[in-house]
T-cell receptor
């Protein structure tokens, strides 16, 4: 299995530009998560999907952020317009619900996208 | 209140020695899961070990073991026979089943471990 695949690995963009981050979860996983990691705030959950449906987007910082999951094998996180304070590492992760334990298995993370907004 | 507390921002350990990384958690949910992840300097998040709240025995995975003390709400990671490659950030995380967050992982702030010769 290739694991969770994110692209691009690095993105440098100018303030005001639109940025789109992409994620392919592990095949068969029914949950997909977007996290943001910064030195100041650590790892923050932005949004997660279950079976392609957004379940909780309370972590999305502003309306400038949006996420979609058009099918089970692809998700995007878009920032429009981007700002310097959006600079961070963005992780996508996926997991599978374990009915015996009534919770998800461990989340498998992608390599992350390091976003720099100048 | 913090759900996950890691009080050690940084730790040093000599190669081949054992080291314990502390993690305490806060929940009123009787059903939860605790996870440890490793983040090396390359940036990826690597799952290490899992402990369920109802598990009778402490979890072990190779050189990693979890010292689970339920009454104290602690889930410390023990790494035996440390290797230079263990140098990384280590994150403790929790999922709660009955609070509506069975899918969400809440992370601590991490502990940076440095293994020395």
């Amino acid at each position: 299995d290739a694991g969770v695949i994110q692209s691009p690995r690095h993105e440098v963009t100018e303030m005001g530009q639109e940025v789109t981050l992409r994620c392919k979860p592990i095949s068969g996983h029914d949950y997909l998560f977007w996290y943001r990691q910064t030195m100041m705030r650590g790892l923050e959950l932005l949004i997660y999907f279950n079976n392609n449906v957004p379940i909780d987007d309370s972590g999305m910082p502003e309306d400038r952020f949006s996420a979609k999951m058009p099918n089970a094998s692809f998700s995007t996180l878009k920032i429009q317009p981007s700002e310097p304070r959006d600079s961070a590492v963005y992780f996508c992760a996926s997991s599978l619900f374990n009915s015996a334990q009534s919770m998800n298995t461990e989340a498998f993370f992608g390599q992350g996208t390091r976003l720099t907004v100048v | 209140a913090q759900k996950i507390t890691q009080t050690q921002p940084g730790m040093f350990v000599q190669e081949k020695e054992a080291v314990t990384l502390d993690c305490t958690y806060d929940t009123s949910d009787p059903s939860y899961g605790l996870f440890w992840y490793k983040q090396p300097s390359s940036g990826e998040m690597i799952f290490l070990i899992y402990q369920g709240s109802y598990d009778q025995q402490n979890a072990t995975e190779g050189r990693y073991s979890l010292n689970f003390q339920k009454a104290r709400k602690s889930a410390n990671l023990v790494i035996s026979a440390s290797q230079l490659g263990d140098s990384a950030m280590y994150f403790c995380a929790m999922r709660e089943v009955n609070t509506g967050t069975a899918s969400k992982l809440t992370f601590g702030t991490g502990t940076r471990l440095q293994v020395t010769l």
